[in-house]
């Protein structure tokens, strides 16, 4: 008579086991899956910052580009040509006479006088002499100048703006020890022209 009173309960305490059964293994489920997503969104978050880095390096990257663009269209723009005499086929000192005398009119037409001139023809010391000999004739001039401040102020402006390329290595200036308005001078010039 138990056993029938029992078989009463078996199958509401059977649904009942199976019911805590599913809600265990339901549970276990939902909690890897839990684990899992807040993992995963762990992940996404780190990724996320690497990419937030990574984005902000290539923005880096693209200003710095756009800077050198910059800078490389400036100078384009800012290049002077090399000076190209009349004639071809003539020699260092001939080709560089004309642009030398474009410096020695701007040294008289700024009341400079000048004491001295040394010249070293395609001097071997020089880059373009060394890469491209071939093409350019190079001129180094060392002169010794006399001069005021206005004067040889302007003559600098004026080199400066010289149409064509030319390298102005040193300027040294001395005042003369009996007045010292007046610049003694030495300036030391390099001059370029295309064969």
């Known amino acids: ?78 290049e002077k040509p090399f000076y190209k005499p009349v004639m071809s086929g003539l020699d260092t000192e001939a080709v560089i006479a004309g642009e030398f005398a474009e410096v020695l009119q701007l040294v008289r037409a700024n009341q400079i006088k000048v004491r001295s001139i040394k010249y070293d023809y395609d001097p071997k010391d020089d880059a373009f002499v060394s890469g491209a000999g071939s093409q350019y004739n190079v001129a180094r001039l060392n002169m010794e100048m006399v001069g005021n401040y206005s004067n040889y102020d302007n003559f600098l402006k004026e080199m400066y703006k010289h149409e064509h390329f030319l ?10 020890k009996k007045n010292k308005k007046i610049l003694l001078i030495n300036f030391k010039v390099k001059l370029y022209a295309k064969k």
């Open 1 to 78: 008579m138990d056993s029938e009173k029992l078989k009463q309960f078996i199958i509401p305490i059977a649904l009942i086991v199976l019911i805590f059964v599913g809600l265990g293994y339901t549970g276990s489920k939902i909690y890897e899956n839990y684990q899992s997503y807040t993992a995963a969104n762990e992940e996404v978050a780190q990724k996320t910052a690497t990419v937030q880095e990574k984005q902000a390096k290539l923005d880096e990257y693209k200003r710095k580009e756009q800077e050198e663009k910059a800078k490389e269209n400036e100078s384009k723009n800012s």
């Open 167 to 176: 390298d102005i290595q040193t300027a040294e200036i001395v005042p003369y």
